[in-house]
């Protein structure tokens, strides 16, 4: 773990610089205050590092290889590795989260739990745990991300969670979050809110990358076995709220010779009016509960966000990702759908691999760049194709 005294670490007010902090309505202080009050003795315990590390090893099957490509290597001129959460029990980084949360939320006693998502990934991760530890399991999800993930939906249903639409605004990621805080707001002393992202109120965006933060661990010795040495010249990592990338990027964000690209969706393309590339749109402001840089029209407005895949259409970044993005720390790229979805086809044709459309979108930016023989890049695979079957077929040529 990151002492306290990097600058790229929450201080003692959850403050990335300028960026993160909690601004909530009252309803919600109390439960707010305990868990900042508690999380950190919660996850830093014997007793909670032990299970969380048993479940991790046992349940989801980690260490997550690390893989020298091939091919692809050998197309790009260059030693790329892809770390491989989208081989996790549920298919992606996300059970690394919610293992942990269900474990904090159970410290805490909490009976009923919460949760947003968009592609799908954090709700069945979410129903998984909560099957696992006999727990009540409320997941909101927008009406569009329903149809356009229905094998997610299913699984979730099947793990006997009840499967919440949001019909509001563009009826997708940023309408599921808005839902599960109104319901968080309603039900505040038995309710848990589970949050999938490095997104919210403090002390959400450092809880969950510390316990995404397991990536970047494991690739250290990763590395060191295969290629003598812990740092990677490049790490790239596709950023929708953005929580992939920071358990990608934790344990190398004071090391400045380590190249950060963080690959935010450009939908249709980055001024088409139908994007998500919010490092390039956005202003500073505040949004479900922290303050970043967000996607807003002239009065303040949250303007609705668009991408092909429904884990990046998201309007803003976690208050961590402002913070690299506003001191150049990373590097902030971007990928159009059709970029990301020649990534899909040609990771699967060169490698067999069929990654999550999230995913494609950190592989999309490699003919952009000037890569070298001897350069050690690492790609975040943070989740499987599955999900994405139906939207992959249909734009095949």
């Known amino acids: 773990m990151l002492e306290n005294k990097s600058k ?59 893989y020298l490509t091939r091919r692809l290597s050998q197309k790009y001129g260059a030693h790329i590795y892809l770390k491989r959460e989208d081989l996790n029990h549920t298919g992606a980084h996300k059970v690394n989260n919610t293992i942990g949360q269900i474990l904090v939320a159970k ?24 099957a696992l530890m006999g727990l009540e399991c409320i997941v909101f999800m927008g009406e569009v991300d329903i149809k356009r993930q229905a094998p997610n939906v299913a699984r979730m249903k099947m793990l006997g969670a009840k499967v919440v639409p949001a019909t509001c605004g563009s009826k997708t990621l940023k309408d599921a979050t808005n839902e599960a805080i109104r319901d968080w707001i309603g039900n505040p002393e038995d309710t848990y809110y589970l949050i999938g992202s490095v997104v919210g109120p403090h002390p959400y965006p450092d809880m969950v990358a510390r316990l995404q933060a397991v ?21 790239i990592a596709c950023v929708g709220g953005g929580s992939n990338a920071a358990g990608a990027f934790y344990h190398y964000l004071d090391d400045e010779d380590v190249e950060l690209i963080a690959v935010e969706a450009a939908g249709l393309g980055v001024h088409s009016g139908e994007s998500a590339a919010t490092s390039q ?20 407005q949250v ?28 590097k902030f790229m971007n990928a159009t759908d059709q970029e990301a979805l020649d990534a899909a086809y040609e990771l699967t044709k060169l490698e067999g691999i069929i990654p999550a459309l999230e995913s494609a ?4 930016v490699l003919p952009k760049m000037k890569l070298s023989k001897d350069q050690v890049v690492v790609v975040n695979l943070s989740g499987r194709g599955d999900k994405d079957l139906e939207t992959y077929i249909a734009n095949l040529k």
Not at 215 to 235: A, F
Not at 282 to 298: F, N, P, R, S, Y
Not at 310 to 317: Q, T
């Open 8 to 66: 790229y670490q929450a201080d003692e007010h959850g403050y990335y610089g300028q960026f993160g902090g909690a601004f909530i309505p009252e309803l919600l202080y109390p439960n707010v205050k305990e868990l900042e009050d508690n999380y950190l003795k919660i996850i830093n315990s014997e007793e909670f590092q032990e299970e969380y590390k048993y479940l991790l090893k046992d349940y989801c099957g980690r260490p997550t290889p690390l």
């Open 107 to 130: 410290k805490l006693g909490k009976k009923r739990i919460i949760a947003e998502t968009g592609a799908g990934q954090h709700g069945v991760a979410t129903a998984t745990v909560c």
């Open 215 to 235: 990536i970047s661990e494991e690739m250290k010795w990763q590395l060191k076995e295969q290629t003598g040495k812990e740092n990677p010249d490049t790490i």
């Open 281 to 300: 749109l956005g202003e500073v402001g505040v949004l479900h509960g922290a303050k970043t840089i967000l996607m807003q029209d002239e009065f303040g």
């Open 303 to 330: 303007v609705e966000p668009y991408s092909l895949s429904a884990g990046l259409d998201y309007p803003g970044v976690g208050p961590l990702h402002a913070f690299l993005f506003e001191s150049t720390r990373a």
């Open 361 to 364: 979108h950190a592989l999309a």
